[in-house]
């Protein structure tokens, strides 16, 4: 019998909570998978909320916001991206867990026991600090990890930056658990370990006294999001900083922390913030010699080369002054708050997309995800001021009154249909004699 709760909407007391891992059991503890609420599409409006609370407290504290807004856009990007997969496809890490867990478990915890809740919460935060570690010293998932930490600010919206295929790579380190624990009880809490990290990725919380001695903390993450020699490799933590202490990663914060890669990749494209390292690794196991080595290029750690230590050389990290400026665009405010307008009409569509899915034909859910790929690629490539912008720019706009024209997207608001109609009309007449003007005279600044 379905659990009544798993159809109702995560109240506001249960939705704040569950950004802190503030559950009770009694009130997460399902009979089965289908009964756990999908809580991470569920907290859309307290990430909205809190990321707006921390606008505002910075700009009380500092007289700034926390951070740049197209680095924003692009941490967002990745957010929105790394979703798109779950619209066609069951999430690997459970598909693999129940998987074990019917062919493979040695017994079964109950379901129902806060024992069982208790024992998972730790279970799940102990896989996670095994597997974000092997993300930053295993190459070919660092490739994946990579883009959670391209970000050069550190504030809410980079808890949003994820990548598309670190799923993939993380599903092995909670396995072990299947041999005992219920996919139900796994599944509550894979999400909540998850929304847990949401709430430290911020400068505006400084020391939490003695609770950075168990929790991860806000200064703990900074620490782990920094480029400075100090931070590389520390504090892997998801909710418990223990394992970090425990094993050797902890790192205090104690020195002003420079965010970002250690190569930073300056740009606000959304596919080369996914996949510009797994490029590098293609061509550096080509241009490796020796079959080892190659071996090497993808299980080393990504400072490793020939006749180096497995992590590399803590020399070789470029040393930072303190005083290093992030990238930003060279777009125009005008231009910025264009793409600020065409990015929250497709987070528009990207929301309904996800709270019609059950409803929507194959054809119509592919072609959305298509317009909101679409938007996110034309998007970064007006940030960076790409040659082709405008060509693209017009093509997604034609896209967008196509799409409507056939019924495959309506507007958010359906009273607004007609001026969202003439809105994009306007957009491609604008875009389109860019476009002309472009191809006739080169790239466009
Ligand atoms: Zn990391
Ligand atoms: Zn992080």
């Known amino acids: 019998m379905k659990n009544p709760e798993a159809q109702q909407d995560v109240s506001v007391s249960q939705g704040i909570r569950m950004m802190f891992y503030m559950m009770k059991p009694n009130e997460t503890s399902f009979r089965t998978l289908e009964d756990v609420p999908n809580y991470v599409q569920k907290a859309t409006p307290f990430f909205i909320s809190l990321m707006l609370l921390e606008l505002l407290v910075s700009w009380i504290h500092k007289g700034k916001p926390p951070g740049h807004l197209d680095d924003a856009l692009t941490s967002v990007s990745a957010g929105v991206l790394s979703r798109l997969p779950s619209l066609f496809f069951k999430s690997i890490e459970l598909t693999s867990y129940i998987y074990i ?4 478990r040695l017994f079964s915890l109950p379901w129902d026991s806060p024992w069982t809740w208790y024992l998972t919460f730790l279970g799940v935060d102990f896989g996670y600090y095994w597997f974000h570690r092997m993300a930053h010293e295993v190459n070919i998932m660092w490739a ?4 959670h930490h391209s970000s050069e ?7 949003l930056r994820q990548s598309v295929f670190q799923i993939h790579t993380s599903g092995i380190f909670y396995s072990p658990l299947a041999l005992f624990i219920p996919p139900s009880v ?6 909540f370990n998850l929304l847990y990290q949401f709430w ?10 003695p609770l950075k001695l168990i929790l991860n903390t806000p200064s703990h993450h900074r620490v782990h999001h920094g480029r400075n020699r100090y931070c590389i490799d520390k ?19 104690n020195e002003k922390v420079v965010y970002g890669l250690t190569h930073p990749i300056n ?18 196991f080509w241009a490796t010699p020796g079959f080892f080595n190659k071996f090497s290029v993808i299980f080393k750690g990504p400072g490793w080369g020939p006749g180096k230590p497995r992590l590399g050389l803590s020399e070789e990290i470029p040393e930072v002054t303190g005083k290093e400026v992030p990238f930003s665009s060279a777009a125009s405010q ?6 600020v307008v065409q990015f929250a009409l497709m987070l528009s569509f990207y929301e309904e997309t996800f709270a019609d899915k059950a409803v929507l034909s194959q054809v119509t859910l592919l072609l959305r995800v298509c317009f909101i790929i679409l938007t996110l690629t034309s998007i970064g490539f007006l940030l960076d001021q790409r040659s082709k912008a405008a060509v693209v720019e017009t093509f997604r706009c034609l896209a967008f009154l196509t799409l409507c024209r056939f019924g495959h997207l309506k507007p958010f608001i359906p009273s607004l249909a007609f001026a969202s109609e003439i809105f994009f009309s306007i957009c491609v007449a604008f875009w389109g004699v860019r476009s002309v003007k472009q191809l006739a005279s080169g790239p466009w600044k």
Request: aromatic share 18%; net charge negative.
């Open 153 to 159: 600010g550190y504030n809410l919206s980079t808890a």
């Open 235 to 253: 504090n892997c933590a998801g909710t418990l900083i223990i394992w970090d202490r425990l094993f050797g990663t902890f790192e205090a914060e």
């Open 334 to 339: 005008l231009l910025r708050i264009y793409t």
């Open 200 to 209: 430290i990725h911020t400068k505006v919380i400084n020391n939490l006294g």
């Open 101 to 104: 867990w019917e062919n493979y």
């Open 267 to 284: 740009t606000f494209e959304p596919f080369k913030v996914q996949f510009h390292y797994l490029v590098y690794i293609w061509t550096t």
């Open 186 to 191: 796994y599944a509550v809490h894979l999400q």
């Open 144 to 147: 994946a990890h990579q883009t």
